[in-house]
C-alpha cells in the first residue's frame, strides 16, 4: 500500500497543500522584502541640532557642494542657493543619488549616492541651520500602512495631484525641454514624503496646508498598493495609456471578430 502511495506521488502530481505552501512562501518573500524595504527611511537617531553634527556637516559641504552652490550655500552661477530649502530637500537630493550633480543636462539623474546616511543627514543639519525650511518627515507617515479607505483617499489625491505628471499609473512622463517626471514604482516612502514637502525641478511644493501630512500618507499607501498590484483595470500593457490600450483592442478585437466571421462563413458553407 505504502509503496503504491508513493508511486502516485511520483508520477508528478503534487501534494494538495503544495499550492497553498507555495502562495504562503511567495507572500512571506514579498512581505519580508516589502518590509525591507520600508525601513530604509533615514530618519535618524541623529541630533540635527547638535553643533557636532552641524560643524560636520559643513566640512562635507565645503568639500563637495560649495563649488557649485557656494561657500555658504548662498548660490553660484552653477547651482542655487540652498538657504531654507531644508533638511528635507538635502536627504531627498544626495540620498537619491541626485546631487552632487554629475554634469550640466537639464535635470540630476537619479544614481547611487555617494554618502552614507550619517553623512546625507550631517550636511541636511548644516543646511537646516542656515535658516528654517521643510524637516524630515516623521517616520509614522511613512508607514503606509493606510485602511482601505485611506488608500481610497490617497488614490483620489493621487489623481487630482500627481497624475498630469506622473502618469494616472505612476509610470512616469515626459515634460518639456527635455525634463521628465519619473516613475514613482520603488522609490522609498521617506523620499516620496520629501518630494512632495520639497518639490524637486518643476514639480510643485505641496505644504501641508494643500495635502495634510496624514494625506500624503494616504499617498504614500496607495503608490505601494499599486507598485504590489500594478494592473488594477487589468492587464498594465506597459502601463503607457491610451494607445497601448487602442493598440490591444485594434490587433485583438479586431483580429477575434474576423476569425469569427471568417469561422461563420465557413460553418455555413
Ligand atoms: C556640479 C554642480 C553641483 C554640485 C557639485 C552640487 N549641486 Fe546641488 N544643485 C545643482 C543644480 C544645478 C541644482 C538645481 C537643478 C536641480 O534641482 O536638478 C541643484 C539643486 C540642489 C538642491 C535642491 C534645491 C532646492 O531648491 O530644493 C539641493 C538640496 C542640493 N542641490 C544639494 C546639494 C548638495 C548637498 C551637494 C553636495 C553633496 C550638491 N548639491 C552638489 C548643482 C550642483
Ligand atoms: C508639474 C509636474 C509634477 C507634478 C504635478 C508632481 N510631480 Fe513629482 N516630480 C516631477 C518632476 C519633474 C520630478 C523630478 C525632479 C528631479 O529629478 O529633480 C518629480 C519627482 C518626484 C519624485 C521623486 C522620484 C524619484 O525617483 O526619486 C516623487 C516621489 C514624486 N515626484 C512624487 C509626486 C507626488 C506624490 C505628486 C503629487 C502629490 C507629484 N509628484 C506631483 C513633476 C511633478
Redesign the pocket.
Given at each position: 500500500m505504502a509503496r503504491a502511495k508513493k508511486n502516485v506521488r511520483k508520477s508528478g502530481r503534487r501534494h494538495p497543500l503544495a499550492t497553498a505552501a507555495l502562495i504562503a512562501v511567495g507572500l512571506l518573500v514579498t512581505g519580508g522584502a516589502y518590509a525591507g524595504f520600508s525601513q530604509t527611511s533615514a530618519t535618524a537617531e541623529i541630533d540635527l541640532e547638535a553643533p557636532a553634527t552641524i560643524e560636520a556637516g559643513e566640512k562635507l559641504?565645503g568639500a563637495?557642494?560649495a563649488?557649485?552652490?557656494g561657500a555658504a550655500a548662498q548660490g553660484t552661477p552653477?547651482?542655487?542657493t540652498?538657504i531654507g530649502?531644508g533638511a528635507a530637500?538635502?536627504d531627498f537630493?544626495?540620498s537619491t543619488g541626485?546631487?552632487?550633480?554629475a554634469f550640466q543636462g537639464p535635470?540630476?539623474m537619479v544614481k547611487p549616492t555617494q554618502f552614507t546616511d550619517e553623512q546625507t543627514l550631517q550636511?541636511a543639519a548644516y543646511v537646516a541651520s542656515l535658516a528654517p525650511g521643510p524637516g524630515l518627515p516623521e517616520s509614522q507617515y511613512l508607514q503606509a500602512d493606510s485602511d482601505d479607505e485611506g488608500i481610497a483617499r490617497g488614490g483620489d489625491l493621487f489623481r487630482i495631484n500627481c497624475a498630469m505628471c506622473h502618469n494616472v499609473s505612476a509610470a512616469g512622463g515626459a515634460l518639456t525641454q527635455g525634463k521628465f517626471a519619473p516613475k514613482l514604482g520603488g522609490v522609498a516612502p521617506n523620499h516620496i514624503y520629501e518630494a512632495m514637502v520639497?518639490g524637486?525641478?518643476n514639480m510643485p511644493v505641496f505644504s501641508d496646508a494643500n495635502i495634510s501630512p496624514q494625506e500624503k500618507a494616504d499617498i504614500i499607501s496607495y503608490l505601494k498598493y499599486i507598485e504590489e498590484k500594478p494592473a488594477i483595470g487589468g492587464v498594465a500593457l506597459g502601463s503607457i495609456g491610451p494607445v497601448a490600450e487602442g493598440l490591444f483592442i485594434w490587433v485583438i478585437g479586431l483580429g477575434a471578430i474576423i476569425g469569427l466571421t471568417v469561422w461563420v462563413t465557413a460553418k455555413s458553407n
Open positions: 559641504f563637495n557642494c563649488t557649485c552652490h552653477d547651482g542655487p540652498l530649502v530637500s538635502v537630493q544626495v541626485r546631487m552632487p550633480l535635470q540630476g550636511m520639497t524637486p525641478q
